[in-house]
T-cell receptor, first 109, second 111 residues
Framework: GENVEQHPSTLSVQEGDSAVIKCTYS??????FPWYKQELGKRPQLIIDIRSNVGEKKDQRIAVTLNKTAKHFSLHITETQPEDSAVYFCAASIGGLVFGTGTRLLVSP | DTEVTQTPKHLVMGMTNKKSLKCEQHMGHRAMYWYKQKAKKPPELMFVYSYEKLSINESVPSRFSPECPNSSLLNLHLHALQPEDSALYLC??????????FGSGTRLTVV
């Protein structure tokens, strides 16, 4: 089955810096790659997604890139703010969503 | 209606109890999912229903029994659970090739 690896597990940045989180997946049949932000005790919240026929997608301060050949995708957050602090999960979709292990992002003022 | 509604929000049950979790959506999504999430871990896929038929069971113990009575409703029947089954149970739905919509979850505690 699909296996998704995510790095780093924790990421501390200063407000205004950029943050990058990377994921790799194993099943080349996966065709949908969302990113979720999850705050303590709440549901995962979709922040951006990308499909396998697209290499890059941007939404304001957030961008995602996908390299199908290498089977990896990355989340880029620019101009980070304290309210960006949360756990971020990448995921790959084949049948159902398979999640990465998560990255705890801490943005210090 | 663009939401997935899960009830109850919180549930405490004994190891000999039988209880059910409910998930409902009225977006016309034909795929529905159960996930289990332990603290500080990612959600883990349990079951997938596609057009009201069980299509994926990720080797979940039989004390968890899913049911999809119609295209809008998904249940998870619980029986003889163990304390280690305590977790946040998330339901999600998806239109064909669309994004996933998650419910707010049921926080289950087994005592």
């Amino acid at each position: 089955g699909e296996n998704v690896e995510q790095h780093p597990s924790t990421l501390s940045v200063q407000e205004g810096d950029s943050a990058v989180i990377k994921c790799t997946y194993s099943d080349s049949a996966s065709n949908y790659f969302p990113w979720y932000k999850q705050e303590l005790g709440k549901r995962p919240q979709l922040i951006i997604d990308i499909r396998s026929n697209v290499g890059e997608k941007k939404d304001q301060r957030i961008a995602v890139t996908l390299n199908k050949t290498a089977k990896h995708f990355s989340l880029h957050i620019t101009e980070t703010q304290p309210e960006d602090s949360a756990v971020y999960f990448c995921a790959a979709s084949i049948g159902g969503l398979v999640f990465g292990t998560g990255t705890r992002l801490l943005v210090s003022p | 209606d663009t939401e997935v509604t899960q009830t109850p929000k919180h549930l405490v049950m004994g190891m000999t109890n039988k209880k059910s979790l409910k998930c409902e959506q009225h977006m016309g999504h034909r795929a529905m999912y159960w996930y289990k999430q332990k603290a500080k871990k990612p959600p883990e896929l349990m079951f997938v229903y596609s057009y009201e038929k069980l299509s994926i069971n990720e080797s979940v113990p039989s004390r968890f029994s899913p049911e999809c009575p119609n295209s809008s409703l998904l249940n998870l029947h619980l029986h003889a659970l163990q304390p280690e089954d305590s977790a946040l149970y998330l339901c999600a739905s998806r239109q064909v090739a669309g994004g996933y919509t998650f419910g707010s979850g049921t926080r289950l505690t087994v005592v």
